[in-house]
């Protein structure tokens, strides 16, 4: 989720987007700086800007932000993998402990499960559309994907 194109726009909601890929969500703790937005790290740890093409030029002024995203995919493509497992019989435990491994893609800045920033998982031929409905694990936890969003997450065992 991006920073929105117009209206108010925070602080706060750029740190969430900056550090979670998610404008209006995640724990940032004070203080956020324009320096550390722009320049990374800091108290917040955020991570480097974007470098792929965005609607605007971040900038200290806050106006620079509108449309920002952490999360964009230069080009379109997948951006990060995600190891993990897949059921798509009904049991969300058989996806926990499954013995044969596949490797997806997603577009998370960011290497976690793709049910903790709800991003949208593609098979590892084609790298387009989501794959299918089902249960997917990284042998952790196992959460339910329904074609368009993650539920239910669990632990596994």
């Keep these: 989720m991006a920073v929105p194109d ?14 979670y890929g998610s404008y209006g969500f995640g724990t940032i703790s004070s203080p956020i700086t324009m320096f550390d937005l722009l320049n990374g790290g800091g108290a917040n740890a955020f991570p480097s800007l974007n470098s792929c093409p965005q609607p605007n030029v971040p900038s200290y002024s806050m106006s620079g932000w509108y449309g920002y995203n952490q999360t964009a995919s230069c080009g379109g493509g997948c951006t990060d993998t995600f190891l993990g497992f897949e059921d798509a019989d009904g049991d969300p435990f058989a996806a926990c402990f499954s013995k044969n491994p596949l490797t997806f893609y997603t577009q998370s800045a960011f290497p976690v ?3 903790q920033d709800d991003s949208p998982v593609f098979s590892v031929d084609t790298c387009s ?7 997917y694990s990284n042998g952790e936890e196992v959460a339910f994907f329904d074609g368009g969003a993650w539920e239910n997450v669990m632990p596994c065992g």
């Excluded at 909601?13 to 550090?19: D, F, T, V």
């Design 6 to 19: 117009s209206g108010a726009i925070t602080m706060l909601g750029i740190a969430q987007e900056r550090k």
């Design 113 to 115: 499960a793709p049910w």
């Design 129 to 135: 559309g989501p794959v299918s409905v089902g249960w």
